[in-house]
């Protein structure tokens, strides 16, 4: 296997190494076949996210009710179908398999099984969220898999703030087929696919979930533009809170360049990753690059960093685009720290547009529900007049 395609690993527990043949489930052939091609968007709409409807996160001691929420997706999609901005479609089924390129076989049996397990423990769970309380942080084991549910579930997690309920694998799931869709459609000739999809994906790494988020979808994008033979991919992560997910799942290898620009996580969630002297490792060091900036910066030194962020992907050579798109820059949004404003969306829509390389777009966060669906077609709007 060329080294290029060896990945960073989880905590063992049989972690699968992405392949460089043909990945397991894609319909084959893909490239060029039967694929959309031309210039309007093409949305690839996740039908089953308000299956994944969280009741409550812990924040400062307390549960409080959930920002990432399904009106979030229905704001961006109305206004998708209101401004006519291309086509929107559901998702081409792919296998579980699909998703070893970037997640382990380990946690996605844990995720798969996890709200039946949770029920399993007491009947009355059916009724509540199921959140970690315990992880095994440093000294701690993480290669033995305990039998305790409770155990397990720190065990595959970062954080108490992202609530698992009854329909989040199928939710998760659907999600990540509208990943592997739009980056199938890119791929085969389309300048740009949307994956409109809840929950959001960046924070969730290879065996791991947290930060609202469960299966990697920009990760999952990005592996499927590279087994359909796009030698060099670039993910673009452009929401407020830094992407640790995805940064990790792709830290040793040459083939995918992270960058992002967010909150400095000296103060932001996720706090333990995002830094800017983070710039890969072995095979893959200088293919990571961050731009952390302090909470309250506008949009005159964001787009500053954006220059500098697309200047990255240029220099590296990439050949196909993916960007998380994160909507929680925007002033309004009631979880995070930058001051971009509605029209400042458009601009961004225009500067990705200039870096001239087909483009996958992965919804991720904004939480300003009112806003949040003008903000992310304008993004969008703005890049196909761009
Ligand atoms: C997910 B994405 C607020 C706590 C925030 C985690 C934030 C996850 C953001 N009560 N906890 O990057 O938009
Ligand atoms: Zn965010």
Not at 194 to 221: E, I, K, M, V
Not at 284 to 312: D, I, Y
Not at 320 to 325: E, G, I, K, N, T
Request: aromatic fraction near 10%; include cysteine.
């Amino acid at each position: 296997m060329p080294r290029a395609f060896c990945t960073s690993g989880g905590s063992g527990g049989g972690r699968a190494s992405a392949h460089s043949g043909k990945m397991l489930g894609m319909p084959q052939p893909a490239l060029g076949a039967n694929q959309p091609k031309g210039f309007a968007m093409l949305t690839y709409y996740n039908h089953l996210h308000s299956d994944h409807e969280g009741k409550v996160e812990m924040f400062r001691g307390a549960l409080v009710p959930c920002f990432e929420v399904p009106a979030r997706v229905d704001r961006v999609l109305a206004e998708l179908k209101k401004r006519k901005l291309g086509t929107v479609l559901p998702p081409n089924p792919f296998d579980d398999s699909a998703l070893l390129g970037v997640h382990s076989q380990r946690y996605l049996d844990f995720l798969r099984d996890a709200w039946d397990d949770w029920v399993a423990l007491d009947p009355a769970n059916a009724k509540r969220d199921a959140l970690p309380s315990v992880w095994p942080v440093r000294t701690l084991r993480s290669d033995v898999l305990p039998a305790n549910f409770a155990a397990r579930m720190g065990l595959f997690s970062m954080d108490a703030g992202s609530p698992l309920t009854d329909g989040t694998w199928d939710a998760a799931r659907a999600g990540a087929d509208c990943a592997l869709s739009a980056a199938l459609a890119v791929a085969g000739g389309k300048r740009a696919a949307f994956a409109l999809t809840r929950p959001p994906g960046h924070h969730a790494g290879a065996d791991f979930f947290g930060g609202y988020c469960f299966l990697n979808n920009a990760a999952l994008a990005a592996q499927a533009l590279r087994e359909q033979g796009l030698e060099r991919v670039a993910i673009l992560d452009i929401d407020y809170h830094h992407g640790n997910g995805t940064q990790a799942i792709f830290y040793e290898r040459a083939d995918v360049y992270y960058t992002s620009i967010h909150g400095d996580p000296s103060t932001e969630f996720p706090f333990y990753l995002g830094y800017a002297d983070e710039l890969g490792a072995g095979a893959g060091l200088g293919f990571n690059r961050n731009w952390p900036l302090p909470r309250g910066s506008g949009f005159e030194v964001w787009h500053a960093t954006l220059q500098q962020a697309l200047q990255g992907i240029a220099e590296f050579g990439a050949q196909a685009l993916v960007v998380s798109l994160g909507l929680d820059t925007f002033v309004g949004d009631p979880i995070a720290g930058f001051t971009l404003q509605t029209r400042d969306f458009l601009q961004v829509g225009a500067d990705l547009a200039r870096a001239g390389l087909p483009t996958v777009f992965v919804f991720e966060g904004g939480y300003a529900v009112a806003d949040v669906g003008v903000n992310a077609v304008n993004v969008l709007e703005g890049f196909e007049r761009g």
